[in-house]
C-alpha cells in the first residue's frame, strides 16, 4: 500500500513538472526604452590640440554626453532603432568664443542582441543577472562643428538586476562629416545604460522546436540547438529538463534502461509498466530497473526484489529459490556447515519411513547440496537410548538411508552420499525426559571434507 502510495505521488509530481513551467522568453521586449550617461573626449578633428612643442603633451577636453533611444524588435534579436541626445564638450574649437562646446544628435540605426537570455530577471524566482551583449550603428544628424551628417557605432552588455529593468554599460564612437570647418570630426564616449521593457512579448528561438531556446540550449544545458533528442533516447530535450532526466544521457539513472524505453509512451509520467528515467530503482526493493526489465520482473514491485526470502537480493543472488529458513551466505546460496542437524525431519514409529510433514526440512537439505556441489556428505541417523542398543543402530542407518534415497531421486548424486547409523551413540541432549530423546532422535549431515 505504501509503494503504491509514493507511486501515485511520484507520477503526480512528474506530470506537474511536465505542466508547469512556462514558455521561455528574452529578457527585452518588443518595445525598449534605454538612457544612456556617458562621458567621453574628440579623438579628431579642431577640437583636438595640438601637442605642445615644449612637452609633447596636450589637453584633451573631456565631453558629458545623454541619450535616451527607442528601440523596435522587428525580427528578434535585430531591431530598428531611434536614438537622440545632447551634451556639451569642455572645450571649443580654435576661431570659437566661449568655455565649451555643445553637442546633439538625433539617429536612426539597428541594434542587435546578441544571446538574450531567458532565465528571467535576477529578482523572479530561477533566474539570474545574465542579460545581453548587444551592438548598434546609426546614421543621421550631428550638431557638432555646425551641422554634420554622422555615423556612430556602439556595444555593450546589460545584466538583469530586476523585472523589467536591465543595466549595463556601453562604449560608442561617432564619426562626423562635413560641418562649418569641413573637417572629419570624431568623438568617443562610454557610460553606462538602463533599459527598460515596455510592450511586446518576444519568444525565444527554438531552433529544433523542442521546447528549449536555442540560447538556453548553448548556455545552461550544454545541449544540440539543432537536435530536438540530443542523446537520441527517444525523449525530446525539452521534456527531459521538464522532468528532470539529462537530456545529454540516454540512461538519466544508470540503471542500464534508456529513458524512452522507461518512460514507454514519451508523455514525462509514470503509466502502468512503466519505471522512473530518474531512479535507478523505481520500486526502492534495491534491484536495479534495468536487471528487473532483462529477467522478466516488475520494476514497480519491491516484493519479487528478494522473491526466495533469504535476504539476498535478487540481481546478486547466485541461488535463487532457495528455501525460507535456509541459511545463506552473500551470494545467496545455503551454507553448509562442518555438521547440520535437519531439525524437522521425523519417521513413522519404530519404522524409517519419512512423514509427509518433513518435506519443507528435506528441501532445505536438498537446496544445501545443490548450493555445494562439490562437496561430499555423510548422512548421519541418529536414536535415542529407548530399546536394543544393535536395533537402535540399525534403525537409524535405516532412517539415513531413506534420506538418502529421497535426495537421489531429486537429483543428488549417489557417488557424494554415504549413510552410517549411530544409534545412540552421539547425543546432544540428556535421554532423561522426553524433550531430550527427541532431540537425540536425529538426521545430521557431516562434511566428509571437513576436519
Request: aromatic share 6%.
Amino acid at each position: 500500500m505504501t509503494s503504491r502510495v509514493s507511486n501515485l505521488a511520484l507520477a503526480a509530481c512528474m506530470g506537474f513538472a511536465v505542466m508547469a513551467p512556462p514558455a521561455a522568453r528574452a529578457e527585452s521586449a518588443a518595445w525598449n526604452l534605454h538612457v544612456d550617461l556617458a562621458l567621453g573626449v574628440p579623438l579628431a578633428g579642431d577640437m583636438v590640440p595640438e601637442p605642445d612643442p615644449a612637452t609633447g603633451s596636450s589637453e584633451v577636453p573631456i565631453a558629458g554626453f545623454g541619450a535616451v533611444a527607442l528601440d523596435w524588435q522587428f525580427s528578434p534579436p535585430f531591431a530598428l532603432e531611434l536614438l537622440g541626445g545632447g551634451g556639451y564638450v569642455f572645450g571649443t574649437f580654435p576661431d570659437a568664443s566661449g568655455s565649451g562646446t555643445p553637442y546633439a544628435t538625433g539617429a536612426l540605426g539597428v541594434r542587435y542582441r546578441l544571446l538574450d537570455n531567458q532565465e528571467g530577471y535576477a529578482d523572479e524566482e530561477g533566474g539570474d543577472y545574465e542579460g545581453n551583449a548587444w551592438t548598434s550603428a546609426h546614421l543621421g544628424w550631428h550638431l557638432f562643428d555646425g551641422h554634420q551628417f554622422g555615423i556612430d557605432f556602439g556595444a555593450g552588455y546589460e545584466a538583469s538586476v530586476a523585472h523589467p529593468i536591465q543595466v549595463g554599460l556601453f562604449v560608442r564612437g561617432a564619426l562626423l562629416f562635413g560641418g562649418e570647418r569641413e573637417k572629419l570630426d570624431a568623438l568617443i564616449y562610454g557610460g553606462v545604460e538602463a533599459s527598460l521593457e515596455l510592450a511586446g512579448r518576444v519568444e525565444a528561438v527554438d531552433t529544433d522546436g523542442d521546447g528549449l531556446p536555442d540560447e538556453r540550449e548553448v548556455n545552461r544545458y550544454q545541449t544540440d540547438p539543432r537536435n530536438p533528442d540530443t542523446d537520441a533516447d527517444g525523449i525530446s530535450d525539452g521534456l527531459e529538463v521538464r522532468t528532470e532526466t539529462d537530456p545529454r544521457r540516454p540512461d538519466t539513472d544508470g540503471d542500464g534502461v534508456t529513458d524512452g524505453v522507461e518512460d514507454t509512451n514519451r508523455d514525462g509520467g509514470m503509466q502502468a509498466g512503466e519505471t522512473d528515467p530518474r531512479r535507478a530503482d523505481t520500486d526502492g526493493g534495491g534491484v536495479p530497473d534495468g536487471w528487473e526489465a532483462q529477467n522478466g520482473r516488475n520494476g514497480r514491485d519491491p516484493a519479487d526484489d528478494d522473491s526466495d526470502r533469504d535476504r539476498v537480493l535478487e540481481h546478486l543472488d547466485r541461488c535463487p529459490d532457495t528455501p525460507q529458513g535456509t541459511e545463506v551466505d552473500a551470494n545467496g546460496c545455503a551454507i553448509l556447515r562442518p555438521r547440520l542437524v535437519l531439525d524437522g525431519i521425523t519417521f513413522e514409529f519404530d519404522s524409517a519411513v519419512i512423514r509427509p510433514e518433513s518435506e519443507a526440512t528435506l528441501q532445505r537439505a536438498l537446496q544445501i547440496l545443490r548450493d555445494n556441489p562439490d562437496v561430499r556428505v555423510e548422512i548421519g541417523g541418529h536414536t535415542d537410548n529407548q530399546g536394543n542398543p544393535g536395533y537402535n543402530r540399525r534403525l537409524s542407518e535405516a532412517r539415513a538411508q531413506s534420506v538418502r534415497d529421497w535426495l537421489v531421486r531429486h537429483g543428488i548424486e549417489a557417488a557424494r552420499l554415504t549413510v552410517r547409523g549411530y544409534g545412540h551413540t552421539q547425543p546432544v541432549a540428556s535421554n532423561d525426559t522426553e524433550e531430550g530423546r527427541a532431540q537425540n532422535r536425529r538426521i545430521e549431515f557431516r562434511r566428509l571434507d571437513a576436519p
